[in-house]
């Protein structure tokens, strides 16, 4: 008999289960509770549920940040945007086509993957320097979107190579073009994976920190993950009118993983993650 059908290997592992989902649930619902407090309900009743309820923490946090979640928007589409494209384009190349350097080319790819990202910083804002992006939206989204495209490419090459070849070969039989077999034939066999690196590059767009922080100044393309520490509000609103930022903040990506959690589970489990 396995162990995993007995009864009481089941009640151990759903209690531990059960614990990590507590442990993962219990920050996000003290943030959520004491965003509805002001000062004095956060000292007093830090613990409890409030009884009085301040929505206008989220009016007024809301008032201020919403033009920084437009950028964030927008930068974080950018950066899945651009690493998709680049990422199946060059995975379909790397799998198809038989070229000079091919595999250097590709391990050189694989290997800024490994590379830790504090030390890329300097240099990439060398860079950015140099081609005059400080405190652009451009600056912000091309580094993200070249280190996120290594990973990306790593994963969507061994998902094509995994890929019969007679479904290439069939299409070139009837003498479609390679840009057709590429979109008609490549693409929708890859939305699996397309899902995970979507999903992955939109949490590491959407929370980078230090990035921004080190290249933009001023308001005018500053990310909301930046601007929730600036919250105007009164003293009575205290940390409770910080927290509803966090929560508001937070909306967009939990309605994403809430929509994409089915194809995000499907790519994972269809052995996209598998070396």
Request: hydrophobic content about 55%; cysteine-free; proline content about 6%.
């Given at each position: 008999?396995?162990?995993?059908?007995?009864?009481?290997?089941?009640?151990?592992?759903?209690?531990?289960?059960?614990?990590?989902?507590?442990?993962?649930?219990?920050?996000?619902?003290?943030?959520?509770?004491?965003?509805?407090?002001?000062?004095?309900?956060?000292?007093?009743?830090?613990?409890?549920?409030?009884?009085?309820?301040?929505?206008?923490?989220y009016a007024t946090a809301f008032r201020y940040l919403w033009p920084f979640l437009l950028h964030s928007?927008?930068?974080?589409?950018?950066?899945?945007?651009?690493?998709?494209?680049?990422?199946?384009?060059?995975?379909?190349?790397?799998?198809?086509?038989?070229?000079?350097?091919?595999?250097?080319?590709?391990?050189?790819?694989?290997?800024?993957?490994?590379?830790?990202?504090?030390?890329?910083?300097?240099?990439?804002?060398?860079?950015?320097?140099?081609?005059?992006?400080?405190?652009?939206?451009?600056?912000?989204?091309?580094?993200?979107?070249?280190?996120?495209?290594?990973?990306?490419?790593?994963?969507?090459?061994?998902?094509?190579?995994?890929?019969?070849?007679?479904?290439?070969?069939?299409?070139?039989?009837?003498?479609?073009?390679?840009?057709?077999?590429?979109?008609?034939?490549?693409?929708?066999?890859?939305?699996?994976?397309?899902?995970?690196?979507?999903?992955?590059?939109?949490?590491?767009?959407?929370?980078?920190?230090?990035w921004p922080l080190v290249i933009t100044s001023g308001d005018a393309v500053k990310p909301v993950v930046?601007?929730?520490?600036?919250?105007?509000?009164?003293?009575?609103?205290?940390?409770?009118?910080?927290?509803?930022?966090?929560?508001?903040?937070?909306?967009?990506?939990?309605?994403?993983?809430?929509?994409?959690?089915?194809?995000?589970?499907?790519?994972?489990?269809?052995?996209?993650?598998?070396?």
């Amino acid at each position: 008999m396995k162990i995993n059908n007995q009864p009481g290997y089941r009640i151990v592992h759903g209690a531990v289960l059960a614990l990590l989902l507590a442990l993962t649930l219990f920050p996000f619902y003290m943030t959520l509770i004491n965003s509805l407090k002001d000062r004095v309900g956060i000292i007093k009743q830090f613990w409890r549920v409030p009884t009085a309820l301040h929505w206008e923490n989220y009016a007024t946090a809301f008032r201020y940040l919403w033009p920084f979640l437009l950028h964030s928007v927008f930068i974080t589409a950018s950066i899945v945007l651009g690493v998709l494209v680049l990422a199946s384009t060059a995975a379909y190349a790397f799998s198809r086509f038989e070229f000079p350097g091919k595999e250097l080319l590709y391990i050189l790819i694989v290997m800024l993957f490994m590379i830790p990202g504090f030390l890329l910083l300097v240099p990439q804002f060398v860079l950015i320097k140099n081609m005059g992006l400080l405190n652009t939206f451009s600056g912000q989204v091309l580094p993200p979107m070249t280190i996120g495209s290594t990973m990306a490419t790593m994963l969507m090459r061994e998902f094509f190579t995994n890929i019969p070849k007679s479904f290439f070969e069939a299409a070139e039989m009837e003498g479609a073009p390679e840009k057709t077999i590429f979109i008609r034939i490549a693409i929708p066999l890859l939305l699996p994976v397309v899902a995970v690196v979507a999903i992955l590059n939109t949490m590491n767009g959407w929370n980078n920190f230090i990035w921004p922080l080190v290249i933009t100044s001023g308001d005018a393309v500053k990310p909301v993950v930046l601007a929730l520490g600036r919250i105007p509000g009164t003293i009575q609103q205290g940390l409770g009118l910080q927290l509803a930022g966090y929560v508001i903040a937070s909306i967009p990506l939990i309605a994403l993983f809430a929509v994409a959690n089915r194809a995000f589970v499907a790519g994972v489990t269809s052995g996209s993650l598998k070396g």
